[in-house]
């Protein structure tokens, strides 16, 4: 079945240090691929997505690429922010409209002023 | 205006009690999804409606769990003789046909004593 696997966290970094959280992922066919996120006290969403190979996803300065010879899509940022303290989940959901996301357990990032 | 929501935000029961969980999704969003996220986890996917047609329910865990969405729009989880297992967050997100991005609500905290 698919799966996905993420890096084990808790991340803590210095503001304006560079972020990668990795993911790779395990599916038949050709899945989409979202990075979700999850501020304190809200509710989990949509930060990027890349439905085929070699997309790139971007949003808010965070950027994955979805890279099949490695099923992988890594999450990265050149420089975090306070502001960016939250927690990170990689999913996917197989190729069609409508299909069931399957997640990582999710990292949580903090970020030190 | 007015995102996915859900009611009550945190429930408390007794082991053994029914508990009835709703969630209104986004007017006019033909899908809806529910999900159960333990602690530290991901979310796992429970089941699936497009409209009042429940299509896809294989992540239901065992058949004390029920849900239902009568006339397509607010749907309801409802979990019979409550375990201590059955503790989690109970997410809900919805969806349109054109844009497929799954919009979640807050989630309901269930804690089963």
């Known amino acids: 079945g698919n799966s996905v696997t993420q890096m084990e966290g808790p991340v803590t970094l210095s503001e304006e240090a560079f972020l990668t959280i990795n993911c790779t992922y395990t599916a038949t066919g050709y899945p989409s691929l979202f990075w979700y996120v999850q501020y304190p006290g809200e509710g989990l969403q949509l930060l990027l997505k890349?439905?085929?190979?070699?997309d790139k996803g971007s949003n808010k300065g965070f950027e994955a690429t979805y890279r099949k010879e490695t099923t992988s899509f890594h999450l990265e940022k050149g420089s975090v922010q306070v502001s960016d303290s939250a927690v990170y989940f990689c999913?996917?959901?197989?190729?069609?409209?409508?299909?069931?996301?399957?997640f990582g357990k999710g990292i949580t990032l903090s970020v030190r002023p | 205006g007015a995102g996915v929501s859900q009611s009550p935000r945190y429930k408390v029961a007794k082991r053994g009690q029914d508990v009835a969980l709703r969630c209104d999704p986004i007017?006019?969003?033909?899908?809806l999804f529910w999900y159960q996220q333990a602690l530290g986890q991901g979310p796992e996917f429970l089941t699936y409606f497009q409209n009042e047609a429940q299509l896809d329910k294989s992540g239901l865990p065992s058949d004390r769990f029920f849900a239902e969405r009568p006339e397509g729009s607010v749907s309801t989880l409802k979990i019979q003789r409550t375990q201590q297992e059955d503790s989690a967050v109970y997410l809900c997100?919805?969806?349109?046909?054109?844009?497929?991005?799954?919009?979640f609500g807050p989630g309901t905290r269930l804690t089963v004593l």
């Open positions: 997100a919805s969806s349109s046909r054109t844009y497929n991005e799954q919009f």
């Open positions: 999913a996917l959901s197989p190729t069609g409209a409508n299909s069931k996301l399957t």
């Open positions: 007017s006019g969003h033909v899908s």
């Open positions: 890349a439905t085929k190979a070699d």
